[in-house]
């Protein structure tokens, strides 16, 4: 049984559409696949209409948090989307996403990168503006190779020449909201230091007495020996852990079942859950 919990579709930063996402976890082989957009649920519905046969997904959203002035990602899983107090968090953090990114833009005008809102706007299309997507169009304007390239100190990096900070939850705040909601809620990427400051590892203790579920530990911007402390620090501290792609089409180089989750992980999270169930699929257009 192959789980990924972590991908995105163009609701929010990646690049396939949610039925083309579902379609292609399917023909990566994997059975269940979490749809995890950055802050929003748009994608659900459309995924669960295009759901393949023989693959089950996992609904959910990564909310953007922040610890002691520290950006981290909360995966948050199977809660009712429709619960007033975290729709309303997911909401203000969306909402504060435009402004942000015209501020950033404004920020590498100066730096004389000619960037315009317009071109950002086309990129992000329908989905929640973000950095990936500015950096995109850094990539079309020959100013970096490369998306990741972009994710620095010198461009949009937490701390960057063009970064801003936007409205972020705070954690222990979020946790309160995914458990109110009925879901399930797993630190995602938590020492990716390529991406700028991390969450100080003895924060998980804090997390963990809190109501965290678990930690991403196997994924694409943790090395081996940075997974196996991040295993043992989970052992200690009785939370769960979690594998997962990130999948964000053709904006990453990672692939759908790049890393996976334990079925028996897996089946702790839904028996966790109260707010929604994995949906298996029927076949969809």
Not at 55 to 69: H, I, K, Q, W
Not at 98 to 114: C, D, F, Q, S, T
Not at 132 to 160: C, Y
Not at 189 to 194: E, V
Request: proline share 6%; with cysteine; aromatic share 4%.
């Amino acid at each position: 049984m192959r789980i990924d919990l972590h991908t995105h579709s163009t609701a929010s930063d990646g690049t396939d559409s949610p039925a083309d996402l579902v379609r292609a976890a399917r023909a990566a082989g994997l059975d269940v696949v979490a749809l995890t957009d950055h802050d929003t649920t748009r994608g659900h519905a459309e995924a669960l209409a295009a759901l393949p046969p023989g693959l089950t997904l996992v609904t959910g959203a990564e909310l953007s948090c922040r610890y002691d002035g520290i950006s981290m990602h909360m995966l948050a899983y199977l809660f009712d989307p429709e619960e007033p107090a975290l729709l309303a968090e997911r909401e203000l953090v969306r909402d504060d996403r435009v402004p942000r990114a015209r501020g950033m833009i404004a920020k590498l005008n100066e730096l004389g990168v000619p960037v315009t809102w317009e071109q950002v706007a086309r990129i992000a299309g329908d989905g929640s503006v973000g950095r990936p997507h500015i950096a995109t169009a850094l990539v079309e304007l020959g100013v970096v190779e490369t998306v990741n390239d972009a994710f620095t100190r010198e461009w949009l990096a937490d701390g960057g020449r063009a970064h801003m900070t936007k409205h972020e939850t705070d954690p222990f705040e979020a946790l309160r909201l995914i458990k109110g909601a009925g879901g399930v809620a797993v630190f995602a990427h938590p020492a990716a230091s390529k991406r700028g400051r991390t969450v100080p590892e003895s924060a998980l203790a804090e997390l963990a007495a809190a109501g965290l579920d678990g930690i991403e530990v196997d994924h694409m911007d943790h090395d081996p020996d940075t997974r196996a402390r991040l295993r043992g620090l989970a052992k200690e501290l009785g939370l769960l852990v979690t594998g997962s792609s990130d999948y964000h089409g053709s904006r990453k180089s990672c692939v759908p079942g790049e890393f996976t989750t334990d079925p028996e992980v897996y089946g702790e999270i839904t028996r966790r859950a109260t707010g929604a169930f994995p949906v298996p699929g029927a076949g969809g257009a």
